[in-house]
Nanobody, 123 residues
């Protein structure tokens, strides 16, 4: 059974950095695409970015491009979301997701989800 567990959220100030982790288990993820999404209160789930586990190739939403970086550690079966220059509008619950064949930006394309971790950025 696939399990994704996010960690690393917290309360930070605008301009600070934070690194989220997503520990994956239950499968061999080398063929998977891993995604990060976020959801602010009262809003829909928003695409943040994806990484192809096998190649490390990434794709980002325009709103985070140049500030956020997704990476993966094969040995630890963990995907990371490095968030720099955080803004109050980045405040949201952040979710990790996995897809075997989909690499786009729609949340409906991802098969497995973590429970989320809260990031709050104060001004």
């Amino acid at each position: 059974q696939v399990q994704l567990v996010e960690s690393g959220g917290g309360l930070v100030q605008a301009g600070d950095s934070l690194r989220l982790s997503c520990a994956a288990s239950g499968r061999t993820f080398s063929s998977y695409h891993m995604g990060w999404f976020r959801q602010a209160p009262g809003k829909g789930r928003e695409f943040v970015g994806t990484i192809r586990w096998s190649t490390g190739s990434t794709n980002y939403a325009d709103s985070v491009k140049g500030r956020f970086t997704i990476s993966r550690d094969y040995a630890k079966n963990t995907v990371y979301l490095q968030m720099d220059s955080l803004k109050p509008e980045d405040t949201a619950a952040y979710y990790c997701a996995a897809s075997l064949g989909y690499s786009g930006s729609s949340s409906s394309g991802f098969d497995y989800w973590g429970q989320g971790t809260q990031v709050t950025v104060s001004s």
